[in-house]
């Protein structure tokens, strides 16, 4: 019967979304002035400029042009989870919370069961008819944003076009034409480890290889078809700890580490002080967002070549890695219950322009005539000084200050919209170097909006806490050396055994079929 209300359900919005749309107009129109209390986590580069958002002249315009008045609340950074939790014990909640799923345990799905969040469905055709119009575009986009009992809980970030990806290999070109190595066939890690030689051979007091953990895993180890969390290889749900990718990825950074490519700090040092380092010439090869890698690099002189994404060989066919468009891309925005009800039409109307074409450019490029302007040129705009040249900040950090970086919206490719990549040529065509790579997909990535029961959730995430700790920890031994990759691996997937994964595993299958099912 469920099933059944669930496809009258689906039928009914499949109609609608046919029909003609509301239309919202902005400022929107109300009795009397309306005032919202919105929660969220600064962004890193913002957060060296303003305290508080509404000190920055782009949420100032925003509220304008919205006809909303805003208190922006925002946690300590790099303390957003501790915030998080004093902000939900506090005396007053905020009306709107940006985000809520990275740090509410369960989601949106547990928030609403914890009668924390509304359902938004009921106002979404009439007040947020530009969202409703996206998110009802065909079934497989529909069931990225419609749970299991048909309900929209939040307004998530929008994205149908392919952004190419920011992290990438970078190494010296200078050297690699010392050694008569080109880049762009830096396509294997057994290519890689040849320029790794030559840098230590050759380059005494440099650090071959240096990246953060995470970086390391994340990028490096989608050569080998792992993926950090739970993926799906032809519909059947895995995790990545206990696989022969990822032994044989470890098997490799031991290699690595134990022929003095990588440093003895791997897994301790942070992204900031690497590429501090690769600037000053005592690191050979990193793994970086190229826009960064580009602004140290004019900034210290140190050249940079981009490398294509290595895999452990040449015909390896890779499933994991973000190489097609998510078009739920998460960021979850969410309406507390401590919002008027009565508001919830004016709300949504108010979340609703981000997703309309002037919206989206102006969440994800910044208000015309501030953060740029238009021109005849091709592309149709530019940055202004502000953005640019700013006296006091470099692009880097305005990147992330003459924009909306978090809030939900429609979605636009930084090749379209960044200030970093987009203030000359180069830095774009840097960005769009090898962002084609045949062979490379994500069919075995997991949908962002696949959901747990609280009950789930809460069971998997017992279970996992003990698993990721245990992971992290021998993951670093097998890596420097400290536990023996060969000897101990069984003890380690008969350790993650003990720990009931293969119960995550089955709890995250049924989620994913009932998914499927929507």
Known sequence: MKKLIALLMALCLLLSAGAALADVTYPIKTDKPVKLKVWMEMNAGASQVFTNYMENPVYQR???VTGIELEMMHPTYGAAGEGFGMMLAGSELPDIIVDLEKFYNGGAVAAYDDELIYDLTPYLEENAPDYYKLINVNDDVRRQFYNEDGKVLGFYYYEDEYDSLADCLVVRPDWCEEFGIDPAQITTFDKLEEY???VKDTKPGVTPFLTSKDKTFTTLGAGY???QGFYQEDGTVKYYADSQEWHDFLARMHSWYKKGYMGTDFGTIGNAQIRKLYSAGTVGCLVVPIGNAYSDSKASGTPIAKT???SYSEDAKIHVYNLG???????????TTACDEKLLPIVCQFLNYTYTDEGSVFANRGPEGLSWVATDDQGGFKFTDWVIHNELYETSIMHNVCR???WPCKRIPDTQCSPNLLRDETAVALRLQYADRENWDNAWLMPTSVTLTTDENNERLKIMSNVDTYVSEMSLKFIRGEADLETGWDAYVQQLAAYKLSRAVEITQGAYD????R
């Open 404 to 406: 909306m970086t978090y």
């Open 62 to 64: 925003f509220s304008e």
């Open 225 to 227: 078809n792992v993926y």
């Open 308 to 310: 294509p994404f290595q």
């Open 514 to 517: 009932r998914y499927l099912s």
């Open 325 to 335: 468009v998510n078009v739920n891309n998460g960021y979850c925005t969410v309406v």
């Open 196 to 198: 790794l030689q030559k």
